[in-house]
């Protein structure tokens, strides 16, 4: 898989994860570990993908 294509997947992952947090956030009494769980997941993918850009933006 190349870079590019592992920052897609990731991309759609991280999405993923945002719309498991709004699903959550909106049920009538929200599992707070839970989200917590999910933005955390999120945060990662975040920058893995922030890691993967730099590392493809410098010169070799």
């Known amino acids: 898989m190349s870079t590019v294509d592992h920052i897609e997947a990731l991309k759609a992952k991280h999405a993923s994860l945002e719309?498991?947090?709004?699903?959550?956030?909106?049920?009538?009494?929200?599992?707070?570990?839970?989200?917590?769980?999910?933005?955390?997941?999120k945060l990662q993918i975040k920058d893995e993908i922030s890691r993967l850009n730099a590392e493809q933006a410098k010169p070799h």
């Open 19 to 41: 719309h498991a947090i709004d699903e959550e956030s909106a049920r009538p009494y929200p599992d707070d570990d839970a989200i917590c769980s999910l933005k955390k997941r």
